[in-house]
Structure formats: structure tokens, C-alpha cells
């Protein structure tokens, strides 16, 4: 057979490219790059003794309470979590100077309590209106004076404005009054 | 010289798409690396909460996770259907965390070993008793640096 005797048909190597993209594509579709995103907390070092008495100037706590029907009570009147970011960042700056309000940022601290019956879910949201609170302050701050926007400053700038505008949110241990 | 004078006798000479296949095997292998495929089966239902103040979590190496759930389904018979946590690929105590983070220590390079997180991954509707309980362990661990991973909310 004359066929025969020509070289070896050879292998047609432009579909390769569709096999490949069809895997290509299948990795695509199918791996979702998992978006780790989450609220970053750092806790407090264990220590077996119990933590020693601090007497803070009552006017510089911004006591939060959740219990377990996930009610707020801020600074002892039950308030609706939609207004806690403002309330607290009126708390932190005190703008006009309110006797009963954080003498300056640097002292306000937060206190955040909450019961073993509270929801994840509202205490991922009180937590993340109060660090709401705190990034927008700083980027007020930041406008202020710098007139840039908070994440475009040097890292001694961003550094200078979280030190005169701290985050202190302080956990105490819950309490057990309802049912988990 | 015969070699030469063959080739000019052809038609006019088309691109070569013998490297095309190679190419794309590049961009598929890249996607293979890159993304990783969850290495461990989820026995809690996770849904987690959204949240507007996010951090990203840079490296998935020094990250170690912690899911708090109620188990799915399949689990349900055996270990009931209050939040459970799950380490890894089993079911565990609180008490077990200790040992979970410092086994996942082990595994990260000393330099790297004060900038591991820990991601916690919790159903929005679990209490927090659990998590406090985690939590406290988190602190005998010494491991003080916690996530809790959310979804991204819309701004507001």
C-alpha cells in the first residue's frame, strides 16, 4: 500500500489547546478563591489571677450590655444597634464637651459584656458597629489633618492618628443568666 | 542546502500553535496552585455573619481554623443538634484547642510562629457560651490573635 509506506500520520496537536482550556476553564469555575475576610480581635493574655481592680472615671466607660435576647443596653438605657456607631463616636470625641462624656479619645475605653445566651450574630454586629465607629473617626481625623484619606497616609501618619485615637474595647467574662 | 530550498518551495509559513497547549498549561497549573481546595469536609453548618470592618487574611499557611456549628445532617444522629466545634476534619472539645493551635504552631517556621492566626469560623445563630469558652482556651494557648471570619457586608 502506497499509504503505508509515508511517514506516520501525525497527531493533530491544535485540539490539545480546547483540551486544555476546557480543563482550564473547569478549575476556573469550579475552585471559588475563598475570600478570607473576618474582623480581626486580639485577646487579652490568660493569667490564673484575676484581673486587678481598675477604678476608671465612669464618665470615660462606654459600658455596652447584650443579653441574651440580644438587647442592648448602653451606658444603662437600651438602645437599638442601629444608632450605636454614632452614640459611641459622639461618646469617644465628646465634641461639645459634655461632662458625662470621655474627657479625650485617648481615655475612652469600651466595655463590651455580654451574656452566654447572646447571638454570634449580634455580637459580630455590636463588635463590628463599635470598630465602625473607630475607623470612621480616624478617618475624620486623618482629613483633618492631613486632608488625605486614611489608608493613602505614611505608615507614621496612620500610626500617629491610632495612637491619639486608640481602639480599647475591653471584654469582661459574660454572665449566665439565660439558657445557651 | 536541499534542506533550505524545500522549504522555500512551500507556502508562506503559518504560526506555530504547537506551543499554544503549553501555554494554557501554564495558566491551568498556575490555577491548580493557587486555589486551594478546602482539604478538609465541613461537618458543621457555618453561616457566617456579615460585617462592614474587614481584614484580610494574608497567608493561608499561618492561618488555623476553628468551625463552631450545629452539625450537618449526617452528623446529626451521633453528636445531636447543638453547636459543636469542629477542628480540622473531626469533631472536638474545647479543651482540645490547646493542642489543635500548638500542633498547627509546629508546622510554621519559628519566625513566622507570633503572626498566626487564628480564624474562627461560627454559625451566626450559635450562643456565645461556646465561643467563650473557645475563647478562653485561645488565651491558655497563648494564641491571641483571632478572626472572626465574616462576609463582607455592604456599606452602609
Known amino acids: ?180 | 542546502m536541499s534542506m533550505f530550498a524545500k522549504k522555500r518551495g512551500k507556502a508562506k509559513p503559518e504560526v506555530s500553535t504547537a506551543s499554544l497547549p503549553d501555554i494554557i498549561f501554564m495558566l491551568l497549573f498556575f490555577f491548580m496552585v493557587v486555589t486551594k481546595l478546602r482539604d478538609s469536609e465541613l461537618k458543621v453548618n457555618v453561616n457566617t455573619p456579615s460585617a462592614s470592618e474587614l481584614t484580610k487574611l494574608e497567608k493561608k499557611s499561618l492561618v488555623n481554623y476553628i468551625f463552631i456549628g450545629t452539625p450537618t445532617k449526617k452528623y446529626q444522629a451521633i453528636y445531636g443538634t447543638s453547636p459543636r466545634i469542629q477542628l480540622g476534619d473531626k469533631f472536638a472539645e474545647a479543651e482540645e484547642i490547646p493542642k489543635f493551635v500548638e500542633e498547627h504552631r509546629l508546622t510554621v517556621s519559628e519566625k513566622e510562629r507570633p503572626a498566626v492566626i487564628s480564624s474562627l469560623k461560627v454559625d451566626g445563630k450559635t450562643t456565645m457560651g461556646i465561643i467563650t469558652d473557645v475563647k478562653t482556651q485561645l488565651r491558655k494557648a497563648n494564641q491571641l490573635k483571632v478572626n472572626y471570619s465574616t462576609k463582607p457586608s455592604v456599606m452602609k
Do not use: C
Not at chain 1, 480546547?18 to 480581626?40: C, M, P
Not at chain 1, 463616636?89 to 465634641?95: A, H, L
Not at chain 1, 479625650?104 to 466595655?111: Q, Y
Not at chain 1, 489633618?145 to 459574660?174: C, G, M, W, Y
Open chain 1, 1 to 180: 500500500m502506497p499509504r503505508s509506506l509515508r511517514q506516520a500520520p501525525e497527531i493533530n496537536a491544535g485540539s490539545m489547546a480546547d483540551i486544555a482550556f476546557l480543563l482550564l476553564i473547569f478549575f476556573l469555575v469550579t475552585t471559588t478563591i475563598s475570600e478570607d475576610k473576618g474582623v480581626l480581635v486580639k485577646l487579652p493574655p490568660w493569667s490564673n489571677e484575676p484581673p486587678p481592680e481598675l477604678r476608671l472615671n465612669e464618665r470615660n466607660v462606654y459600658s455596652v450590655l447584650v443579653n441574651a435576647q440580644n438587647q442592648l443596653l448602653v451606658r444603662k438605657t437600651p438602645m437599638d444597634i442601629s444608632r450605636l456607631r454614632d452614640d459611641a463616636k459622639d461618646f469617644i470625641m465628646n465634641p461639645t464637651g459634655r461632662p458625662d462624656m470621655a474627657e479625650n479619645p485617648k481615655k475612652a475605653i469600651i466595655s463590651l459584656k455580654n451574656d452566654r445566651g447572646t447571638e454570634y450574630k449580634t455580637y459580630i454586629e455590636v463588635y463590628n458597629e463599635l470598630k465602625a465607629a473607630y475607623n470612621e473617626l480616624r478617618e475624620e481625623e486623618a482629613r483633618k489633618r492631613h486632608n488625605k484619606s486614611f489608608e493613602f497616609l505614611t505608615k507614621d501618619q496612620q500610626r500617629a492618628i491610632r495612637s491619639s485615637i486608640p481602639l480599647v474595647i475591653s471584654e469582661a467574662e459574660p454572665t449566665d443568666l439565660a439558657n445557651e
